[in-house]
């Protein structure tokens, strides 16, 4: 049984930085490729950032060069380094596994499991 955790939510000032992380269980961590995404108040649900099996990274345009995301195979563990911060970045935040592939790359059709989410407020 797939099981996906999110930590590390929080309120911060603008220009501030949090780390989330998401604990896996359940299933061969790092085979799958995995994604973090966003929720913000009477908006759609958006791609963050995934990490392949091999370690390469991709970022939606709106948080590359703030956010970074990480893995650990030995702990199960997804991470997401987020710095600077703004306003706009309040949502709740949400980890996924990647299960398909029919889809662009941060589509959520794409992915099978999810996480129950963690707040991120920030204020400015």
């Known amino acids: 049984q797939v099981q996906l955790v999110e930590s590390g939510g929080g309120s911060v000032q603008a220009g501030g930085a949090l780390r989330l992380s998401c604990a896996a269980s359940g299933y061969t961590f790092s085979t799958y490729p995995m994604g973090w995404f966003r929720r913000a108040p009477g908006k759609e649900r958006e791609g963050v950032a995934v990490i392949f099996s091999d370690d390469s990274t991709l970022y939606a345009d709106s948080v590359r060069g703030r956010f970074t995301i990480s893995k650990d195979n030995a702990k199960n563990t997804m991470y997401l380094h987020m710095s600077n911060l703004k306003p706009e970045d309040t949502a709740m935040y949400y980890c996924?596994?990647?299960?398909?592939?029919?889809?662009?790359?941060?589509?959520?059709?794409?992915?099978?499991?999810w996480g129950p989410g963690t707040q991120v407020t920030v204020s400015s």
């Open positions: 996924a596994v990647r299960t398909a592939s029919g889809y662009s790359i941060f589509h959520p059709r794409n992915y099978g499991y």
